[in-house]
């Protein structure tokens, strides 16, 4: 390059490092970075221990796990006087048919705690005649009903139920025992029931009902049958998350030894597993030529809680069998293109391989990061469910004819002598949801918000911590003139020493600004739900830009953050100082990081692609019963794709757990390798310090070596 290009090029993208002689790596001699933010960070987690506090003297779980009854009651709560009646009676489950029940999600009609759901038809009318009959109803009746009252009277004050029709519980709920007679909807095997009024009604009317009642929980079904499945499985998922967690260890050992073969080998694997994978569903597809239904379109077929179903339609593999296929040959393309790069990157990898060895340590660092990811999410989650139980209960006026008050707050405990029960005389008040009207209900929307702010700049404090600590020790393995001797005797423990006493405001400023743009994703995600219904296509254009454009800004920050903790790791400067000295050197070798890094972290991937699925194939032969030697072995699941799910999603996350030590190592590696170019010129007096097979891919030499 030209002189005057040269200084044009360095001007735009800084000056290139100067050779110092004493420079030997991460530099010990350094003061504490981003103190503001570091204070800032203190407060903010202070408040956040206080939220949860005020959470936990406020909230209540019970109101998650225990339905209630129309006085707030908990049904089934242990210690209480409803401890024996788990299940939720509603007195006219036709009532839920209303379109209100949609958007308050309550029923206007008196329920309460019962021991069990009602079990025959019986109306109040017929069962005041029979002792015992009349003893039975009573059970699902408020308190103060005696055989002296009468029936309009026991009706006008709302303690009994006109009828009563045999239900089932489900999620601890009373709902009909609906059923099909000769494509007849049933009720107790009737087709038609007495209401409590003398009129006949044919059982499709509580369809409606039924259907509004269930709004609100009717997925719950499905999770119940996941929990189950879990509860049925849990044992062989972990086995298949150790085999995940050997696999991984033993691929980064081979790894050490066998780079160079270990690499194609895990090309070449990863394009037969996919390609074993659209074979698989080649047969699948070809096996279900023919077949009642098969041929049914996804669209035609809709959403179904049971997912076996879709594995039942020729287009479901037909889809599967496309996109693997565009995945192979992607890769293969890619590969082809990039053949050359592969051998530099290979080359890095070895050296990679070499920093491991060295500091075998940093293998497990990531179960710190996920234990204090864990502790993160765990105190995120308790403190969003206490939050969201710590409102008080609402009671209002519900009616069945014109009121002036309905819909109104009222108070249950002294409602039936109050003004609005003398001008409704049919009204009653019911609880309808949890809320509150103090400071704190007022501001509950805004200290949840507080919680999830909170969630990311911990998760991401968390993140950013192991980034630095593991920069900070591949950073010393890389300038150690003599290995293993120059390096600290425990260089994870001293990174993460160094990091947290100094440069703990340097963490927090960075993920701080990561959360910002994290925090705007979350609100744009709510929009857009909220803005599903909208018919403006320009709204829904502008905000797709725009989540697009954030999603864009997050990734760049991400690969900013992370280049700058490097930095941080190794010279011990700010983050901003820092974020601009690595952003200039990668601008100057932005060919380098474009092919070789790249390719690199590409390598990388592959090798997570394949421990995935290979574990996936092992789980999905075990869990399908597809091979015989398994079938009794196996346990026998409501969807077995669970399991599946569970072992490819866990697989992933401790593959990924492990290379990424890999991943972190490559990259510190990378920008002390372009550091070194700039540092030294291979004399005698500025040797590079890359290993040799390094230098030899890049046509690079010290000049104390012999020519080759």
Known sequence: ???????????????????????????????????????????????????????????????VIYPTDSRGQFCGQAGTPLANKPNLFYFNIMKCASPMVLLEFQCPTTQMCVEKCPEKFMTLVKAYSNHNDFAYYKTF??????????????????????????????????????????????????????DGSGNMRDAKDLMDGVKNATVVIEARQVVMKIFEDYTQSWYWILIGLVIAMVTSLLFIILLRFLAGIMVWVMIVMVILVIGYGIFHCYMEYAALKGQAGANVTLQDLGFQTDFAVYLQIRQTWLAFMIILAIVDVIIILLLIFLRKRILIAIALIKEASRAVAHVMSSLFYPLFTFVLLAMVIAYWAVTAVFLSTSNEPIYKVFNETA????????????????????????????????????????????????????????????????????????????????????????????????????????LAFGSLILSIVQIIRVLLEYLDHKLKGAQNKFTKFLLCCMKCCFWCLEKCIKFLNRNAYIMVAIYGKSFCTSARDAFLLLMRNMIRVAVLDKVTDFLLFLGKLLIVGLVGIFAFFFFSGRVKAFENTAPHLHYYWVPILTVVVGSYLIAHGFFSVYAMCVDTLFLCFLEDLERNDGSAERPYLMPESLRKVLNKKNQAEPAH
């Not at 009706?155 to 007849?184: H, I, N, Q």
């Open 1 to 63: 390059m030209p002189d005057g290009g040269e200084e044009e090029f360095y001007g735009k993208n800084g000056e290139p490092r100067k050779y110092d002689a004493n420079f030997k790596g991460p530099i010990q001699n350094r003061g504490c970075t981003d103190i503001v933010c570091c204070i800032l960070f203190a407060i903010a987690i202070l408040c956040y221990i206080a939220v949860g506090i005020l959470a936990w003297s406020q909230g209540d779980p019970r109101k």
């Open 141 to 194: 009746c408020k308190e103060g009903v005696t055989n002296t009252m009468g029936i309009p009277q026991i009706l006008s004050l709302g303690l009994c139920p006109a009828m009563l029709t045999p239900s089932r519980p489900f999620t601890r709920r009373c709902f009909p025992a609906l059923g099909l007679k000769e494509g007849v909807i049933t009720v107790g095997n009737n087709t038609r029931f007495d």
């Open 403 to 506: 009121c002036d008050h309905s819909r109104k707050t009222c108070d249950p405990a002294n409602y039936s002598t109050s003004v609005e029960k003398a001008q409704c005389p049919d009204s009653e008040c019911l609880f309808a949801f949890y809320g509150g009207e103090t400071p704190y209900h007022k501001y509950l929307v805004g200290l949840q918000f507080y919680n999830v702010f909170l969630f990311f700049w911990c998760a991401n404090f968390v993140t950013a911590l192991g980034q630095m600590t593991l920069a900070g020790a591949f950073a010393s393995y890389y300038w150690a003139v003599v290995k293993p001797d120059d390096m600290p005797a425990f260089p994870v423990f001293s990174s993460l020493g160094r990091s947290l006493r100094y440069h703990t405001g340097t």
